[in-house]
């Protein structure tokens, strides 16, 4: 199964042309396809998560089957925790959570050494992963990988209701256990980067659903811009960062962070978003995951048209993409339906006539 429309660029040609603010052919289309890779390959999903071939492979064939204009792979949320010492459990059916953080109290923070991203944890996995998907992908499309954040990260080090209780109790350990954490998601940075990958961020625990603005300014904030900085120096931008929940009281905060991308939610509404940082940063969103994973390949594209009629001339550029990563069991018809409307739709220059 695949789509029956033809474009006239390729994924790298369109990305690279969008970034320099020349002409395309479309707008680009980035459904978060991460773990439902798995489930659409087949199998238990467990095997995936620690073989860098049958992890590649899932997500070169959603990369064909899909025809997106990304293409990766990554630790995931937990996987620098896991690198640390947190022990995750991997269901047949789903997606990996933590089982055991990798301390108890902050005591244990001293014993803890910095990582080795060629050797720590599942990361050897993932970095193999990726030059398979490299090789395979070659001069089509660029490869990306996303990092969980700082809060994310220490919160799955630490356990995360004692991490959010501690920020009340303990904030100097907080800090310093998101330097230490900050640290280690440099390093791992700094050779995805060598290898010519443009990291992203997903930061869902510091969604404001768990933390307060302020919290985020004074938790979040700091260290989200060690890792932008980090990216922007080796890549010449900021990441793609993506926040769970309803951030638009934060979207400057995470602007004045470096992201170079907002990655928003299907709670934010994109006009509104358009009107508050559109002239910032680029905006991306926000296909309703739900609307995916259990609606009608008719019902997609309506929310495709209402995404592109809401920030398709958002002015610092908008990517079409899910509210949030793709629930597994998604049906490949709906994820075929949102790229075929970005084709049809967002053909660019966008016609507002068909979006009517």
């Known amino acids: ?10 994924p790298r040609e369109r990305l690279t042309a969008f970034a320099a603010g020349k002409p395309i052919d479309r707008i680009p289309c980035m459904p978060l396809v991460t773990d439902h890779a798995y489930g659409l390959a087949g199998g238990p999903m467990s095997q995936y998560y620690h073989s860098a071939a049958l992890m590649a492979q899932a997500q070169i064939n959603a990369f064909e089957t899909y025809e997106t204009d990304s293409v990766g792979s990554g630790p995931g949320l937990f996987g620098l925790a896991e690198a640390i010492g947190t022990k995750l459990t991997f ?18 923070l001293a014993q803890l050494e910095l990582i080795d991203p060629c050797r720590s944890g599942r990361l050897p996995i993932i970095l193999e992963a990726l030059k398979l998907v490299q090789d395979a992908v ?8 996303s990092l969980g954040g700082p809060i994310t ?12 209780r501690d920020m009340y109790r303990n904030p100097d350990m907080v800090h310093r256990l998101l330097q230490y954490v900050t640290d280690n998601a440099l390093l791992f940075i700094d050779v995805l980067c060598t290898m010519g990958i443009k990291p992203s961020i997903a930061e869902p625990t510091a969604s404001g659903t768990l933390i307060s603005d302020k919290h985020f300014r004074e938790f979040a904030k700091p260290y989200l811009k060690q890792y932008a900085d980090r990216i922007s120096r080796h890549c010449g931008s900021g990441p793609f960062v ?6 638009m009281s934060i979207l400057d905060d995470m602007v004045d962070a470096g992201a170079t991308v907002l990655s928003l939610d299907n709670q934010i509404d ?9 002239h910032r940063a680029c905006l991306a969103g926000n296909v309703k995951p739900f609307t995916l994973w259990r609606g009608s390949p008719q019902a997609v594209a309506a929310e495709v048209k209402e995404c592109l009629r809401k920030a398709g001339d958002s002015p610092k550029g908008f990517i079409l993409s ?35």
């Not at 993506?242 to 951030?247: Q, V, Y």
């Not at 994109?270 to 559109?278: C, F, I, Q, V």
């Not at 018809?333 to 739709?345: Q, S």
Request: proline residues 7%; glycine residues 10%; contains cysteine.
């Open 1 to 10: 199964m695949k789509t029956n429309w033809q474009d006239e660029m390729t």
């Open 91 to 108: 269901p047949d059916d789903g997606i990996p959570f933590v089982c055991s953080p990798a301390i108890s109290g902050y005591q244990d």
């Open 138 to 145: 070659q001069e089509r499309a660029a490869v990306g990988c």
């Open 153 to 164: 990260t220490a919160a799955a080090v630490r356990g995360t209701d004692n991490f959010l």
């Open 242 to 247: 993506h926040i769970c929940g309803d951030t």
């Open 270 to 278: 994109l006009a509104a978003a358009k009107a508050k940082a559109g």
């Open 322 to 356: 899910s509210g949030c990563g793709l629930p597994v069991g998604t049906p490949a018809t709906n994820v075929l339906a949102m790229m075929d409307a970005a084709r049809h739709y967002g053909k660019w220059p966008i016609d507002p006539a068909k979006l009517a």
